[in-house]
Every structure is written in C-alpha cells, then in structure tokens.
C-alpha cells in the first residue's frame, strides 16, 4: 500500500529563517505529488503540486518542492519564512494511473514561526 | 475559493446515536470525497464517489456509509457512533480525479460522548 511520511512533525523557526520540510512516499509507479497548507481554524488549501515535467515546482507564497524520483522524495522550501506562514503542512500522493484521485497524506507537520 | 459547505459544523452527539454529516457543491465536479483528520494521522480517505450513486470505499470506511443522490449532495452517515469517531471531517471535490487538484469544505468537527 501506498505511504507518505514526513520526518518533521513540529518545527519552530524565526522570522526570516529558510525552511525545508521533508516528504517520502512509498510508490513505485507513476505519482502525482501536492503540497497543501492549513491555516489554523482553516481548511486545506493547495500550495503546489506535481505531475511530470520540471522537477522543481513553484507554489504559492513563495514556497517551491523538488521531486527526487531517485530518493522518492517531495520536499517543501521557502528561503525565508514569515509569521503568517505559521499552519500545518501536509504532503499528499496520489497515484498517477487510474481515474478515482484518492490522496494519501503524509501526518502532517506543525511549523510555527516566531515574530 | 470553491464553493463548498458542509453541514453541520459542529455536531456533540452519544455513543449509538445515527449522525449524518452534509457536503454540498456548486462547481459541478464529478469526483467527491470523505476524509477524516485526526492528531499524528493527517488525513484519511474515508469513502469517495466518482460520480451519481457511485462510490467506493477509502482506508478508514469501517463504521461508515456514504450516499450520492445528486451530483451536488454526498452525505457520510456513521451508523452507529462510537467516541472513536470523534474527529474533523472534510469533504473534498475534484473535477476528474488522478492528477487534478482536491478543494476542501471548511470541516464538520464532530464530538462523540
């Protein structure tokens, strides 16, 4: 069965810091890769995602993820983070062959950033 | 933002009780999802359906049943509530499932006593 695992569950960074959250899923077919963000007291919003192409995909807000075929890995960056990107950060697989969409997402990790 | 809602936002209820949890869309999409959020476990498919009267199971279906009557409606029913099954519930649409995005409701927060 597929699987998706992020190593971070809480990170604290300050203001201006670089952030890379890491993401690995377990599939060895073809994948679409997402990245969603929840604000607190929101819901799911997309940030970026993946389906073939460019490797390094640019998302919202400033935030990008490079897919690493090799490492079966997704990792999120954002070269200096701001208080408002404060949220919980989920990274979701999908397979890429079929038609139903079914997500399986990673446990998700907490970033708080300090003013 | 996608218009979807869900219905109700927050629901107490007691062990044994029938709940029935609302998601309702305006965007016409074809595909239709349940999830669950829970601490430590992100999100877990609960049941989804690819179209009118069509569904199928998720990771997490076991104490749950889903309808879809309209394209618009799909409503997930705990049968027989349990305290385990306190939890948010999300529903999410898409338009053709595989490689398209997921847009998410605003969540159902439901408490099982």
């Known amino acids: 069965a597929q699987s998706v695992s992020q190593h971070n569950h809480h990170v604290i960074l300050s203001e201006a810091a670089s952030l890379e959250l890491g993401c690995n899923y377990s599939?060895?077919?073809?994948?679409?890769l997402f990245w969603y963000v929840q604000y607190p007291g929101q819901h799911l919003q997309l940030l970026l995602k993946?389906?073939?192409?460019?490797?390094l995909v640019k998302g919202i807000k400033g935030f990008e993820a490079e897919f690493i075929k090799s490492k079966f890995s997704f990792n999120l960056r954002k070269p200096s983070v701001q208080w408002s990107d404060t949220a919980e950060y989920f990274c979701?697989?999908?397979?890429?062959?079929?038609?139903?969409?079914?997500?399986?997402f990673g446990q998700g990790t907490t970033l708080q950033v300090k003013p | 933002d996608a218009g979807i809602t869900q219905s109700p936002r927050h629901k107490v209820t007691e062990t044994g009780t029938p709940v029935t949890l609302r998601c309702h869309q305006t965007?016409?999409?074809?595909?239709m999802y349940w999830y669950r959020q829970d601490p430590g476990h992100g999100l877990r498919l609960i049941h989804y359906?690819?179209?009118?009267?069509?569904?199928d199971k998720g990771e997490v279906s076991d104490g749950y049943s889903v309808s879809r009557s309209k394209t618009e409606d799909f409503l997930l029913t705990l049968e027989s509530a349990t305290s385990s099954q306190t939890s948010v519930y999300f529903c999410?649409?898409?338009?053709?499932?595989?490689?398209?995005?997921?847009?998410f409701g605003p969540g159902t927060r439901l408490t099982v006593l």
């Open positions: 999410a649409i898409s338009e053709s499932g595989a490689g398209n995005e997921q847009f």
């Open positions: 599939y060895g077919g073809t994948v679409n």
């Open positions: 965007e016409n999409h074809r595909y």
């Open positions: 979701a697989v999908t397979s890429g062959s079929g038609n139903t969409g079914k997500l399986i």
């Open positions: 993946y389906f073939s192409g460019d490797p």
């Open positions: 359906s690819y179209g009118v009267k069509d569904t």
